[in-house]
């Protein structure tokens, strides 16, 4: 099986701050850093680490070589990745001392995708392989309508939420991943109870807490890890990344999820989005110790 992702690249800003300013005010920022981000460069490097065949489709500006160069040296095969004649899409993030964070981002390339290099992308894809769709791109309904129709498995990642867009994916979606936040807003702006979301299958984090896995067959809760983390920029996509690469190695449900929480607890105990996923070395000998512990 292989992944495709259709996901947003970016350079992310990060901001160390003391608290993360209310409206109105302005802080002095103790530390300043470039790193690789965006959710989709995110995910499919988490997934590439975690051992998935993945590939990216998405688009750079000439300002961007140096994040598909990255992101090649992490594992993603990066054939699909354009590089247009505007900016790569950046992201402002700013991070306080509890590790929390707040962002702005700018789309440029990642909203300048068209149809013709999506289906020529989807050509080499296989029926059961994995489609992962954000809401940091356009034409994600398109690539989901075609991806259905290739008997592939579309998995929409609702972030940053829009309820306008996740309500035109859900059709083609057969695994919804959201936080605890997100399914709140989404259950709100279609009338429904969050637990009866109108999709086959829901993926719920809850940062700390831990996720819930819903079918109409079955409930799992998976409990995260308990570290103390320095900053949780990015920690969605690396649960959601290493999950999927679960998934794909042939993990049952709750095998995956805790694949998923063991990656993500190490990614937040490190600084920058990308960059801190942990290797799939990492993962297994953090969760080789913790459920010997």
């Known amino acids: 099986m292989a992944i495709f992702n259709l996901g947003s690249i970016n350079a992310d800003h990060f901001y160390d701050v003391p608290t993360l300013p209310a409206p109105g005010e302005t802080i002095a920022a103790i530390a300043h850093h470039v790193g690789l981000g965006g959710k989709g460069a995110n995910q499919s490097i ?7 065949r993945v590939f990216h489709i998405g688009a750079v500006g000439p300002d961007g070589g140096w994040a598909v160069g990255r992101m ?3 594992g993603v095969n990066t054939d699909y990745i354009a590089t247009l004649d505007i ?3 950046h992201a402002i993030v ?5 590790g929390e964070n707040a962002i702005v981002i700018h789309s440029s390339a990642n909203a300048a995708l068209d149809e013709a290099r999506i289906t020529d992308a989807l050509g080499d894809a296989m029926p059961g392989d994995i489609l992962v769709l954000q809401a940091e791109t356009n034409l994600g309904a398109f690539t989901a309508e075609l991806a259905q129709s290739r008997d592939m498995r579309v998995v929409y990642s609702a972030a940053p939420f829009d309820a306008d867009h996740a309500q035109r994916l859900l059709p083609f979606t057969d695994l919804l991943v959201v936080n605890a936040l997100e399914a709140g807003q989404l259950a709100q702006a279609m009338g429904v109870n969050a637990q009866h979301l109108p999709v086959p299958e829901t993926l719920i984090t809850r940062g700390g807490e831990g996720a819930t896995f819903r079918s109409a067959r079955e409930t799992i809760d998976v409990r995260a890890f308990a570290v103390a983390p320095q900053d949780t920029t990015g920690a969605g996509d690396t649960y959601l990344g290493y999950y999927l690469a679960g998934v794909d190695a042939e993990m049952d449900r709750r095998g995956a999820m805790t694949f998923a929480a063991a990656a993500a607890a190490l990614q937040v105990t490190r600084k920058g989005a990308a960059e801190a996923i942990p290797s799939l070395i990492e993962v297994k000998a ?5 459920l010997e512990a």
């Open 94 to 98: 700013s991070v306080d001392a509890a």
């Open 72 to 74: 090649h040296e992490l």
């Open 46 to 52: 988490a997934a590439a680490r975690a051992g998935a």
């Open 286 to 290: 953090f969760l080789e110790k913790r």
């Open 87 to 89: 900016p790569t899409g």
